[in-house]
């Protein structure tokens, strides 16, 4: 399926654009840099970090009913259960078996709408959270210092590597194996450890989570559901160097994701043999997160130059800061690198549900459609593509404005962040022109 | 307008327009940096309750 993918992956392309490309880049490195500029001139007080959410007790009381959760854990046991079902026992053929699209598309796309609009939705339909918990235990072992969300960063290591490197990645067999074996080892987890493993080693529920720091619902200190500022919560993200290594390791793979698909990458990469491209592309990965994470990891110390009010950084440092401004970016890149692609292979997901386990059904009566590619224009794609990642970093910045008021002194609030808006501008520029270029 | 774009104006403002905004920007944060009080008695935000222990206990002092 990867190779059905690839054309469709980031379809806007350079041809597209209202503008040239170098004004394209320009103007929004520019739109982040004002917004910056704007926030020195008028922005001082530190205003999400004090915010407190409205509660919202009816729907709290609606979520956390019996037959909600009931109802949520069948829907995420029947999901996985159809995803290992349809890969295990479906069409051989990648491009007749809906379960790579389902994993690829509608779940590590889906999550990004899902945990926006619904905040923390995936913990309690998460089908890992469902299985582990049918073993009951009455003590569970203490989870290792400092092993906080390391585990999940190692997880989503392993997803990303599977989705951009291994080039077998979409077939069913080895998405089956992957589901399968990231079931067993997060289940087996889960029940030595208890469910507070899920919180940090499932990178599907961590991912989740932080993505929901950014939606209006969430829960408060009191576990009941309020609706709030999205980047009121967005400042609750914990300040954990696990959390810094998994947006680090998003923002690179995404960077990767669109470098690998530059014809000067492709045209060099193109005639190698397995064994040189799983090499190539491996180290392609690696050097493309730990360019990013460099460039994130020296902004965010740079700025610690400047002397910062004592008691406000966490376990992180400085880096862990500023880390909750990544999660804007992260997923104005994963929109811009990933709708087009959403919108047209996810057609795919419901044309090929119609006939899961390859057995000549035709269950929604689609059979016989075809994916409709006329639906969005290029233009429209290319517009979303750097809508949201100029959005992205607008927020990014606000984020990091904020927390900065509350690090740094007033007279040298400005000052102490002009490293934080390089990396930011470099940013947008760097996924402007990845998305964009050809 | 198409002699605008001809004449490359509406680039121009695209490119301008931005370090305007920006230069304008960074003249109101100097005014009111100017009149700020000195680093020690800076940031002294009540809400943040992280007065200078120097400034504390001077303001004890009859």
């Known amino acids: 399926m990867l190779e059905l993918l690839l054309p469709l992956h980031g379809i806007g392309g350079r041809g597209d654009l209202p503008v040239p490309l170098w004004l394209a880049i320009y103007s929004a490195g520019a739109a982040v840099a004002v917004s910056f500029f704007a926030l020195a001139a008028f922005w001082f007080q530190p205003r999400f970090e004090v915010t407190v959410g409205r509660p919202l007790a009816w729907l709290t009381r609606v979520v956390d009913a019996r037959p909600t959760r009931w109802l949520l854990k069948t829907v995420g046991l029947l999901a996985l259960a159809l995803v290992l079902g349809a890969a295990w026992f479906g069409n051989p053929e990648p491009a007749l078996n809906p379960a790579p699209t389902w994993l690829y598309v509608w779940i590590w796309v889906g999550i990004i709408p899902l945990s926006l609009i619904c905040g923390p939705i995936w913990r309690p339909a998460n089908p890992l959270r469902t299985i582990a918990g049918l073993a009951r235990r009455t003590s569970y072992r203490r989870l290792p210092d400092g092993i906080a969300y390391w585990p999940a960063v190692a997880g989503l290591a392993g997803f990303l590597w599977l989705e951009l490197v291994y080039p077998d990645g979409s077939e069913p067999l080895v998405v089956a194996i992957f589901v399968g074996m990231y079931a067993i080892v997060n289940v087996a987890a889960g029940i030595v450890y208890g469910p507070a493993w899920f919180g940090i080693g499932d990178s599907f529920e961590v991912y989740a989570e932080v993505l929901g720091r950014l939606s209006p619902f969430g829960r408060g200190t009191d576990g009941r559901l309020e609706l709030r500022n999205p980047l009121a919560g967005l400042a609750t993200l914990p300040q954990q160097p696990g959390i810094v290594a998994l947006l680090c390791l998003l923002l690179g793979s995404t960077a990767f994701d669109g470098i690998s698909r530059w014809s000067a990458w492709t045209r060099r990469t193109g005639e190698l043999s397995r064994t040189q491209h799983l090499v190539v592309y491996t180290l392609g990965l690696i050097a493309a997160v730990a360019i990013v994470t460099g460039l994130f990891l020296l902004a965010a110390r740079t700025t610690g130059s400047a002397r910062i009010r004592s008691g406000v950084v966490g376990a992180a440092g400085l880096p862990g800061a500023f880390v909750h401004s990544l999660v804007p970016i992260a997923i104005g890149y994963a929109v811009a690198h990933y709708f087009s692609f959403a919108m047209f292979q996810g057609q795919e997901g419901v044309l090929l549900a119609t006939d899961p386990f390859g057995r000549g059904w035709d269950l929604l009566g689609t059979n016989g459609m075809r994916i409709d590619y006329a639906f969005l224009s290029t233009g429209f794609i290319a517009g979303i593509q750097i809508g949201a990642i100029v959005l992205g970093h607008i927020l990014g910045v606000v984020s990091a404005h904020d927390r900065a008021a509350e690090l740094f002194r007033r007279r040298e609030l400005r000052q102490a962040q002009y490293p934080m808006l390089a990396a930011m501008v470099a940013f947008t520029a760097g996924g402007i022109a990845l998305v964009t270029a050809s | ?62």
């Open chain 2, 1 to 62: 307008m198409i002699a605008l774009h001809m004449g490359g104006v509406p680039e121009t403002a695209m490119v301008l327009g931005p370090i305007l905004l920006i230069v304008a920007f960074i003249r109101i944060a100097r005014r009111n940096e100017a009149g700020l009080p000195d680093d020690d008695q800076d940031d002294c935000d009540a809400d943040l309750g992280d007065l200078p222990t120097e400034a504390k206990e001077t303001a004890r002092r009859p």
